[in-house]
């Protein structure tokens, strides 16, 4: 009988142990995940930020274009007053 008892705890105890290192085995991966998801946060900040930096450059970009655009029908619409001031 104590035979017997001593065997289910050596199985209880071997079950105890490969439990052991699958939780070992786990929390390996989970600490790579999770690397992997600080790598991937970190790449996400950067293209944020380039995001942003370029949004910046389209709007000052855009002001300009808009600018220049007016600037060029101001000079156009000048240019077409004076004409028919000299043609009349």
Do not use: N, T
């Not at 000048?78 to 001031?85: D, H, R």
């Amino acid at each position: 009988m104590a035979d017997d008892r001593l065997q289910r705890m050596e199985d209880r105890i071997d079950r105890m142990s490969q439990a052991i290192v699958a939780m070992a085995r786990m929390e390996e991966r989970m600490i790579s995940v999770f690397k992997r998801l600080d790598a991937c946060d970190e790449s996400m900040k950067k293209i944020d930020e380039r995001m942003d930096k370029s949004e910046k450059q389209a709007i000052a970009r855009g002001q300009k274009i808009a600018f220049a655009e007016r600037l060029f029908w101001m000079v156009l619409s000048g240019a077409v007053g004076l004409a028919f001031i000299y043609l009349r």
